[in-house]
């Protein structure tokens, strides 16, 4: 399932919520899975950009962030 699928997924299953229907227990363990995998992603993705940023100071020395 690509992230579009996902976040798809998930905003099909918040219209049904908004329109007043409750979810059954398996569309909520679904959601709840849908939810844990974006969350992963968006997190992933954050942690690959940080690995790949340099900052500059003024006087032109680069250092690579790192993990704390």
Known sequence: MNMNEVI???NELARKV???EELTP???EERTKLRNI???SVVGNL???LE???IV???GTKKKVTHK
């Open 8 to 10: 798809a997924r998930i």
């Open 18 to 20: 908004k329109a007043g």
């Open 26 to 28: 398996e569309e909520l």
């Open 38 to 40: 974006y969350k992963e």
């Open 47 to 49: 942690r690959a950009q």
């Open 52 to 54: 790949n940023t340099t």
């Open 57 to 59: 100071y003024p006087d």
